[in-house]
């Protein structure tokens, strides 16, 4: 059909602005694809990450230091073992020196002078054993009081709220974040209803209203429990992180206790050692007495020198005692060595869990952060080819006038091909093209 005579100058400006505009590059680089930068609680998650590798090692270092000290403990225990073999030896010399001071008086006089000398040793031995017996009861207390602080932390610990102290700092964050993309996916459902109720012509309607009040009723429900089970996740953490800290708490003040009680029998055989050395003392004494009264008294000596034999294997006694309580000592330190890898562990969970807590809400900033560049995109994307649609309203509202020529159209939406878009347009340009030069 050919172009009536009052459209054939409006029809050549048209052809004028289609050439104008398909000549003019589009600026695409303004809505290019652009990526959300890493947020800052994912920054926070990456340097709490790296600077918690090694954290635990302190604790493995006070391991390895227990074990070492638990070994020296186990040394000791063996060097105060050889020395009870020692005091029963000086058992058996003394059992076979009584028999020797009946040989003769004038040994029996020589002897009582050394017997007076070993009688000062005795004493000096027996002032050292007493002095030792300080350092014992000054340590049993000192582990005493560490238990009873102990306890006092852990009565801190007990109770219905003991949890809060290890709920997560960021767990309201995670609750906020996780609920604000929850709202923006039912936004994007209650739009979807819209949509079908416009195509099916019931836009306005009561079924639409129906629908829309029970999705809007299920998504309460539905935020509700996603609320509720994030809530109770947290509280289990929380609860079942101070369940294990009361329990640690306990073997600590357990251990501390049964060191206290260790300290407390040390102490006991140290004086029982004192009281061998001062009988010892005490013996070798009688036995010089015995040495300077001739006769008879070589018979006192012999008696006097089993006496010795006696204290020396009560000596002995007492040094096993002691040979076994640090051996238990030994056995304490190695239950601290394990105390300290559990803590290690502990710290390495902890921190992980945080980490975790980080990430999450730094990936979900980041997914809205995207959200808006993306939307920023879009919207630069329908500027620039909005002239397009201009011109094929302008050829739409020509070809009508002019007899109904079909044309293109133009309609930019989200995910379309603009350029298959502008290939609508100049279709129906090109018979408006035709008509024109046609008729000349």
Known sequence: MAIPDYLENTTKDLAKQATAAYSTPINTSTFAQQIAGQDPAQQQAYNLATQGVGSYHPYLQAAQRAQTQGAGQLGLAGQTLGGSYGALNQAGSALGQAGQSLGGIGGTINQAGQTLGQAGQSLGQAGAAYGGMGGYQAAGGAAAQRAGNIAQGAAGMTGPNAYQQFMSPYQQQVIDATLSEFDKQKLGGQQQIRDAAVSSGNFGGGREGAMMGQYNADSLADRAALQGSMLERGFGQANQLAQQNFANQGDLYGMQQGLGNMQSNLFGQQGQMGQAQQGLANAQQSLAQSQLGRGSAMANLSGAQQGLAQSQLGRGQAIQGLSAAQQG???????????????????????????????????????????????????????????????????????????GMSGGQYQQEQGSNPYQAALGTATGLAGIYGSLFGKR
């Open 329 to 403: 000592l030994a056995g304490a330190y190695g239950n601290q060595m394990n105390q300290q890898f559990g803590l290690s562990d502990f710290n390495r969970q902890g921190m992980g869990q945080d980490i975790n807590a980080l990430g999450s809400l730094g990936a979900a900033n980041q997914a809205q952060q995207q959200a808006i560049l993306n939307a920023n995109s879009q919207n630069q994307r329908t500027a620039a080819y909005e002239p397009y649609g201009r011109l094929t309203q302008y050829g739409n509202m020509i070809t009508g006038l002019g007899g």
